[in-house]
């Protein structure tokens, strides 16, 4: 067991290692673009005077370099913008603050995060369920029609973009059959009914979509798991069929589609941002859009590293479920 | 020959291909009775591991299997698949010939005993478990209560062998089919696997069915031997019958082909030229005719008549499939 321990922890410094790369290479970018924030900043009519003013109280006017160094040091220390009265006060962790929403980015991210999370974690729930069952019993039918069916609802899934089918779920379900709810989202604590019922559409349609890919790989795995010798094994004690497929053949599957999943949420819990603009919520991924619409700088930045941070988590995780799935990597 | 537990009489079994159908098994007769030990001999593709699966009902859904199979005067074939799995595993059992790929990565070989007994056990899995330790520890792994939790690649080739063997008769089995099952092993270990085999039948009264192509394993071993060629017994007898009076020029090629201690090793080996028939490309004469060193001295009815199985000169019932009458001289 310390073997784990170890290589969590040496996956842990390597993280920090990848993000401070990333962190840099996201603010360069983001930085060199023609675009001045200031100017957004400054009111109308901008004097040179006023614009020099914001540019200061935004610490833009210190080099690239510094203001990364600047921005590291929010992270533990906490930033203050400006002096006296007017001062702008970002406390740690900072990561960066959003002149035009008059907020910090950190809180920004955590009072979006969980429009996100409901989004992302009840479709994840349903396109595993739906992606691994259509997979399974499309492997157990090769060839046949319930084969052709699963591959071809598959197909249509993967080629579908998520805006058209949000719409023709909103049109039909909303306003067609009037029967649920065409937009908004209502906070999990405040009622958690209408939380479901808010989301039950945007989960469906980011589990339809996402699920095909579930379908096809569990397919693919399980044909090759019934293939092996040890299938043959299992129905040579005496199992019976249920056993062999499931208790044999998709525990040998669950290995890739684990590692998939969790790449697929992590990738989703930095924001859907189709799904969000499509269902009007407000999520990370609506957050990053209009930050990007207003030269928000220090939001894009935030958000774009807080995604990258959580599908670098969602690597790490994978990697240790994948070595307490298989015996032969953690019995090595 | 005491009354035999397994009987197969005119066992055929056909693939449907793409094709059309193919005929793999054409037509063969075996028994083994309880203590004794039949060896199934025969090239690679010759149906000798498809008859063994036939027997166990393991074929895949395309195979049609016809004859009759039949455990202690109860017929097999065509039997619903519930009543099969009960017979799997707890009266017929299969050892196959790559312990690795036949056990399952993925749980503790202790783990995989104990699944055979509790599929024909209402036992909890603790006590499953328990009998598992004790079936490990018989058949020779040391430290079984230990070594049960580890998982199938943490063994040797030949520990992993003897789990395998464990798994087959931990339900006490009547009848043993053991398909290759040193082929993968070295010399030393080949010779104790198969002191284990023999160990156990004698306990047990255990009929075994030993699918070889390795005539030193079949002398060593065999009460009966059965020489199968492209889907047909090409001749059957005692032991001593095949190694003293083989009547086949199959058998005879066999036989040369085989390293002896008592000739110079400076002679080379001899081999059977050509390769066996695929299956359905097989004419009306004898499927071994195109290969056959005897050809020109019985002339056309090798070509136009397909030999049946006629009696020979032996202990029992001894016969072989061959148009040559007498005991054909070596042909150097």
């Known amino acids: 067991m310390p073997g784990i321990v170890w290589f969590v922890v040496r996956r842990l410094f390597a993280t920090v290692l990848v993000m401070l790369a990333l962190s840099l290479a996201v603010y360069l970018i983001f930085y060199a673009i023609p675009a001045d924030p200031a100017h957004l900043s400054c009111g109308k009519p901008c004097t040179p005077d006023r614009l020099e003013q914001a540019r200061h109280f935004m610490q833009l006017d210190q080099s690239t370099i510094q203001q990364y160094l600047n921005f590291l040091r929010g992270i533990f220390a906490g930033r ?5 009265p007017a001062a702008v006060r970002c406390e740690a962790p900072c990561f960066g603050y959003s002149f035009p929403l008059g907020r910090p980015v950190t809180t920004l991210i955590a009072d979006r995060l969980p429009v996100t999370a409901s989004i992302a974690l009840g479709a ?36 579908t973009p998520s805006f058209l089918l949000g719409l023709l779920a909103i049109l039909a379900f909303g306003f067609w059959l009037n029967m649920v709810p065409v937009n908004g989202y209502v906070p999990f604590t405040e009622s958690p009914v209408d939380w479901a019922w808010h989301l039950v559409t945007p989960w469906l349609v980011l589990a339809v979509l996402q699920a095909a890919s579930y379908i096809r ?49 992590g990738g989703l819990l930095g924001g859907a941002i189709l799904t969000e603009k499509v269902f009007s919520m407000q999520g990370l991924g609506e957050l990053l859009i209009s930050a990007v619409g207003q030269l928000d700088v220090a939001v894009v930045v935030g958000v774009t590293l807080f995604s990258a941070f959580l599908i670098i988590l969602a690597n790490l995780v994978v990697d240790i479920v994948h070595g307490a799935l298989d015996p032969r990597v953690s019995h090595g | 020959m005491a009354e035999p537990i397994l009987e197969v009489h005119d066992l055929r079994v056909t693939f449907a291909t793409e094709g059309g159908p193919v005929p793999a098994v054409d037509g063969i007769d075996f028994a083994v009775a309880p203590g004794e030990t039949l060896a199934i001999v025969g090239e690679s593709g010759s149906g000798k591991s498809v008859s063994s699966a036939a027997v166990m009902g393991l074929l895949p859904s ?6 009759e199979v039949l455990l202690d005067g109860r017929e097999l074939v065509g039997l619903e698949a519930d009543e099969l799995r009960k017979i799997r595993g707890n009266d017929i059992a299969l050892v196959f010939q790559d312990a690795l790929s036949a056990l399952n990565p993925y749980y503790s070989v202790g783990w995989q005993v104990a699944e055979a007994y509790r599929l024909h056990h209402d036992v909890s899995k603790k006590v499953a478990f328990r009998r598992a330790v004790e079936m490990l520890d018989k058949v020779g792994i040391p430290d079984a209560a230990r070594r049960a939790k580890s998982y199938p690649h943490e063994f040797s080739g030949g520990m992993r062998q003897r789990v395998v063997i464990a798994m087959a008769l931990v339900n006490n089995p009547r009848v043993l089919i053991a398909d290759e099952p040193t082929t993968a092993l070295d010399v030393t270990v080949q010779a104790q696997i198969m002191q284990l085999l023999a160990d156990v039948q004698e306990e047990f009264g255990t009929a075994l069915v030993l699918i070889s ?22 001749e059957r007898g005692t032991v001593r019958d095949l190694f003293f009076r083989a009547a086949h020029p199959y058998s005879l090629g066999l036989l040369g082909a085989m390293p002896r201690i008592d000739v110079p090793p400076t002679r080379r080996l001899t081999t059977i030229p050509g390769s066996p028939p695929s299956p359905g490309s097989i004419s009306a004469g004898c499927p071994f005719q195109p290969r056959c060193a005897y050809t020109e001295r019985v002339g056309e009815r090798c070509v136009t008549e397909r030999p049946e199985l006629t009696p020979r000169p032996g202990e029992g019932d001894h016969e072989a499939a061959c148009h040559l009458g007498r005991r054909p001289e070596v042909v150097a």
């Open chain 2, 213 to 234: 192509h390795d005539l030193g394993v079949v002398a060593e071993v065999a009460d009966d031997v059965l020489v199968m060629y492209a889907g047909r017994a090409a």
């Open chain 2, 62 to 67: 395309n195979a049609e299997v016809r004859g």
């Open chain 1, 217 to 265: 790989l569990t397919r693919a795995q399980m044909l090759e798991e019934l293939n092996l010798d040890h299938i043959t094994t299992a129905r040579a004690k005496g199992a019976g069929e249920a056993r062999v497929v499931v208790t044999h053949g998709l525990r040998g599957a669950l290995v890739p589609i684990v590692t998939l999943f969790g790449l697929d949420l």
């Open chain 1, 80 to 84: 203050t913008f400006g002096d006296g």
């Open chain 1, 124 to 159: 994840a729930v349903l396109w595993l369920l739906i992606g691994v069952s259509l997979g399974v019993i499309a492997a157990l039918n090769r060839g046949r029609l319930l084969d052709r069916l699963s591959v071809g609802v598959a197909l249509i899934g993967v080629s």
